[in-house]
């Protein structure tokens, strides 16, 4: 009988002969002799569900599996600022022409963190990145990193602040043991399982015919959201911008 075997890496379908009962080490020793590249961190699924090596499987005829390859979901999650329970600060931006250049803001995505580059003038010190122009922004995809202005490295974000606009946050948290399986490939993410959370309530605000529940900051302030609750892992961190 044939199965269908969808590699995720290069998107490509293949056909492989295999007898109807087997492990999963089997069903994986077929597929490299039929030329498949499977990847040492190797995790087949099907019907969204993740075989086991410890089983034995009755294949059927035309059945489709899934190639995922495991390393690819280092950086699923992050650690960052739990803003699903920080507060917000309102701190007014200046006119000052004094101020440090790694302390500028823009309208919209404002992201903190301290730099850590030793030959950087902003060493060690809280820089802010300007998502200037960005409507929205997941920093899980960016691996929780940002970019110092002064040196241009990358830096670990630790808190948002957004300015001038509407924002809405929509985050998925999961736990510590849920974040180190899914590193290890030991699960796949459930996002229906996992906390789901819209940070930002307030305005409706029409952008492109979608419908976003935004939170508009007020004045000359930006909205920065404080440390004080420590830290959370995110598998999704996602924030969005209407400048007005």
Not at 199 to 214: A, F, I, P, R, T
């Amino acid at each position: 009988m044939d199965l269908k075997i969808y590699e995720e890496d290069t998107s490509k379908t293949h056909k492989i002969s295999y007898s109807g009962k087997g492990t999963l080490e089997d069903l994986i020793t077929t597929m490299i002799d039929e030329g498949i590249d499977v990847p040492d961190e190797a995790i087949i699924l099907t019907n969204g569900k993740q075989l086991d090596f410890d089983k034995t499987y009755n294949f059927i005829n035309n059945q489709s599996f899934t190639l995922r390859n495991a390393a690819n979901l280092e950086g699923f999650a992050i650690q960052f600022n739990d803003i699903t329970k920080a507060k917000i600060k309102q701190i007014k931006v200046g006119r000052n022409n004094n101020a440090k250049p790694w302390r500028y803001v823009t309208r919209g995505i404002n992201l903190y963190g301290n730099c850590q580059n030793n030959k950087c003038e902003a060493y060690n010190k809280e820089v802010i990145d300007m998502k200037k122009n960005i409507k929205e922004l997941d920093l899980v995809k960016e691996k929780g990193f940002m970019i110092c202005p002064m040196c241009k490295k990358h830096c670990q974000a630790k808190t948002v602040g957004f300015y001038k606009c509407y924002y809405n946050i929509f985050t998925v948290k999961c736990d510590e043991e849920t974040y180190q399986n899914i590193k290890s490939g030991e699960i796949i993410p459930d996002f229906d399982k996992l906390n789901v959370s819209n940070v930002g309530k307030g305005n409706c605000v029409n952008s492109n015919g979608k419908n976003y529940v935004l939170q508009k900051t007020e004045g000359e302030n930006i909205f920065k959201f404080d440390e004080t609750s420590g830290d959370a892992t995110f598998v999704k961190l996602l924030f969005q911008v209407l400048s007005y």
